[in-house]
């Protein structure tokens, strides 16, 4: 899949802007992203199964640069609940956060509930995307869940990937499945098997402590992994919630419907009473030049990133330089766009262009058999799944260049 997947150029603008951090804290190594004016209370976002820090930075971009801060993290390897909550207060004494607000989907969405109901003083408001209650309807549904944690990782990533719809997509919804499943692939196998763990593992959401008035529950109405019966059960158990929903999404609207998910997330922002510091807001030059030469260095890394900020201190400093500028104004789009344009042809250019796609497309008539054959050689995925992935996104990108 590797070989197929090809990072969008918003998200490659990304990776050279926001800096990585990685920290361990007791035995765990926790990643995350950390964007936005230290002064303003976090928007923390909790991804789910099959997600990274990675899949919010269409969020961590846009909200950032209106003078909210956003932070997102990977699930750590935690291997129940309990762990789970004193991990994360852990995570967030030692980055010093007190009070928060979390937007979590899926697996992460349960989550976020069950911190919020045990560690009431800590959590200021949830918004919930496409999650559950209670994970005995997964538990039913993965018999094999006591030997997950020796079951070989090309077996826990396609049991991952087979939860998510096989197409066909419209455009926008495959190229959010194909991000997801490039995300997927860097993964480790201890950290499959802790999420699916934690997905299984027999627990509820008891009674919490937040208003009702503090919580909205953003769901898409096309499909999800997670059963409409759950979804609803979530909905009665917070009838006094905001609803935010969307016409169309499929299992990651963060990714597929960023605008209205980033719009719905301000709204909810602004209703808890968290006041954006967009003077705050560090500048971004619209040609890409911005940032220090290690900056520009990471967005060029594997996704995993491995190797690279060990530690959060001469991150925490870079955080720190915010400064208002007229740029930082600017409609982010507009900027991201500007950085994908440095790779396009000029009008002059025409009769070269034409010859690039040319080539391009033998190119890739030949090495398509070939990259399918590795791809189900390692079994990873169900042909169908891949194929359709593949057609989709390459032919999107051709009509694009044209």
């Known amino acids: 899949m590797k070989g197929v997947f090809s990072a969008p150029g918003d998200y490659v603008h990304f990776k050279s802007q926001v800096p990585l951090h990685k920290i361990p804290i007791g035995t765990k190594q926790w990643r995350y992203y950390d964007f936005g ?3 303003v209370p976090p928007l923390i976002c909790l991804p789910g199964l099959a997600g990274t820090a990675d899949v919010y930075y269409k969020q961590i971009m846009s909200l ?6 956003v932070i997102s993290v990977d699930i750590p390897r935690v291997w129940n609940h309990q762990e789970w909550i004193q991990a ?9 956060v007190h ?5 979590g989907t899926s697996l992460g969405g349960f989550l976020a509930q069950l911190f919020a109901q045990h560690r009431p003083r800590r959590v200021r ?8 209650l209670d994970t005995r309807n997964f538990a039913a549904a993965m018999p094999w869940a006591p030997v997950v944690s020796w079951t070989p990782s090309f077996l826990l990533k396609r049991y991952v990937l087979t939860g998510i719809r096989d197409g066909p997509h419209e455009p926008f919804i495959a190229d959010s499945v194909d991000f997801v499943v490039s995300q997927v692939e860097t993964l480790h196998r201890e950290d499959l098997a802790a999420r699916l763990t934690l997905n299984v593992d027999t627990a509820s959401v008891g009674s919490l402590l937040l208003s009702d008035s503090s919580i909205t529950i953003m769901d898409t109405n096309d499909y999800c ?4 019966h759950l979804k609803d059960q979530l909905s009665e158990r917070y009838p006094e919630a905001r609803r935010a929903y969307l016409k169309s999404g499929g299992d990651f609207p963060f990714l597929s419907r960023p605008d209205e998910v980033n719009l719905h997330l ?6 808890v009473g968290v006041e954006a510091r967009p003077d705050l807001v560090r500048s971004i030059p619209k040609d890409d030049t911005g940032g220090s030469q290690s900056e520009k260095k ?3 890394e594997d996704p995993d990133d491995q190797s690279k900020d060990g530690g959060n201190s001469e991150n925490s400093s870079r955080q720190d330089q915010f400064s208002p500028g007229e740029e930082s104004h600017h409609n982010i789009d507009d900027q991201l766009l500007s950085s994908a344009k440095t790779c396009s042809f000029g009008h002059e250019d025409k009769g070269d262009r034409r010859e690039f796609l040319k080539q391009r497309q033998i190119v890739a008539s030949k090495l398509l058999p070939q990259l399918l054959g590795e791809i189900f050689e390692r079994c990873l995925l169900p042909s169908s799944f891949v194929l359709s992935l593949y057609i989709t996104s390459n032919f999107q990108k051709l009509q694009e260049s044209v």
């Open 37 to 39: 004016p230290k002064v």
């Open 99 to 103: 009070h928060i607000h979390l937007y």
């Open 88 to 96: 994360f207060e852990k995570f967030l004494d030692v980055i010093d």
């Open 266 to 271: 301000q709204l909810h922002l602004r209703r």
């Open 64 to 69: 950032s640069m209106k003078g909210y801060r």
């Open 225 to 228: 992994a997670i059963p409409q």
């Open 125 to 132: 408001s949830l918004i919930l995307s496409n999650t559950f």
């Open 298 to 300: 990471q967005g060029k």
